[in-house]
């Protein structure tokens, strides 16, 4: 038994557990919670839940969630609510572990009562946690460790503003509740973090993205107007040299340029703005027009075929803009020099298709299911040689899902490679 004048307490997992039952009512409060909190979608959603349940069975005016940080040297307040106002110890709280009594239950996986933290505060006055907590008017804590296999996550802490609520029963019966939800807890917490480090990503290659963007295209114009002779006569191998870092500049152009838009795809930012345009008019031909300079340094052809008369249709030229240029681009790196390209556009009543052909090694059947998906590349010899990111056929294919539509690839391996988006008429979606 615990003396209630004794103000700090640790519970082991068995204690108070001999004949002591928990009573049916709670028992079902305690199966209702186990029931419902695996289906919220959330971590802010299945805490909003455990908030409003606990109010059946303890003296509650305040819950908190934290997990361990640096590699559990640390404890970060993650998720709060309270019935009163204002809260001061707010999540992104930190606090060092070492020395605190918090160590012993994240060590020994314990359940701790602290009856008075006022008293606490006067023993532990290098507590800045528990200075914010008093000031707020907490008097009673309760803590229990969220163990997952063995393994301690973090910590869920209940408290009140009446000294000595909780008893070593109460500390049972929220050890009973932490033991239901701790796998929930972590599953919408893993996802957050994931959540978090997507955006963080994005963020990151956006900003990096931009910023390359500019110097590296002036760069290339610098280059180029040495290499035409505005400032003087350059001798051969000056404008080989200069030739072949336009070269390399154009590559990361393209890299910027495929990285920008996968940024802006994984970011969200890139919205559908549909109207009726004539697609040859403007997406095809600037798309070629782009394109051009690298399909004549590479000695290509190539044949376009459209419609005999001026075609409308619904899409977004600039985001289908990007998904030509890829193909595009593609077509030219991937295929064999001096070989052909076809571009061809079809408009049925209900969609219209662009496709990309060209001559060159293809890719075997095997391969296919690469295809169109992030960072991915297919591995045949022949085409792991040349130079790519797994980006920009990825990109691609969001955006024809966008607009309702879809891409496909086929091949005959040795010989050939064609790609096409199809894109329904109305827009679906």
Known sequence: MVELNSNLHFLSTFEGAGSEHIPEDEQSILDNVNDKIAAKASLGELMEFLFVAVQELYPCDRIGLAFLDDEGRRIVAHWTKALYEPILLNPGYGEDLAQSSLRTVIDSGCSRIIYDLERYEEEHPMSASTRLLVREGVRSSMTCPLLVEERVLGVLFLSAREPKVYTPYHARLWRALAERISQAVEKAWRIEQLTAANQAYNEVLAFVSHELKNPVASMMTDARVLV??????????????????????????????????????????????????????????????????????????????????????????????????????????????????????????????????????????????????????????????????????????????????????????????????EIPQPLVG
């Open 228 to 421: 035409d002779g505005y400032l003087g006569e350059l001798d051969p191998r000056q404008a080989q040299k200069l030739e072949r870092l336009i070269k390399k500049g154009s590559y990361l152009l393209d890299l910027i340029r495929e990285y920008l838009d996968l940024a802006r795809m994984e970011g969200g930012t890139l919205r559908l703005n549909a109207a009726p345009i004539l697609l040859v008019d403007e997406v095809l031909e600037p798309s070629f027009d782009i394109i051009q300079p690298q399909m004549e340094e590479r000695g290509m052809r190539i044949e376009r075929f459209y419609p005999d008369t001026p075609t409308l249709v619904t899409c977004d030229p600039s985001l289908l803009k990007i998904v030509v240029v890829n193909l595009l681009g593609n077509a030219v790196k991937y295929g064999k020099e001096g070989g052909l390209l076809r571009m061809r556009f079809i408009s049925f009543p209900d969609k219209f298709t662009v496709s990309i052909w060209n001559e060159g090694p293809g890719f075997p059947p095997e391969e296919r299911s690469r295809l169109f998906r992030k960072f991915s590349r297919l591995q045949s010899p022949e085409l792991k040689a040349r130079k790519g990111t797994g980006v920009g056929l990825y990109t691609a294919w969001r955006i024809a899902l966008l607009h309702g539509g879809r891409m496909d690839a086929t091949s005959k391996h040795g010989s050939w490679a064609e790609f096409s988006m």
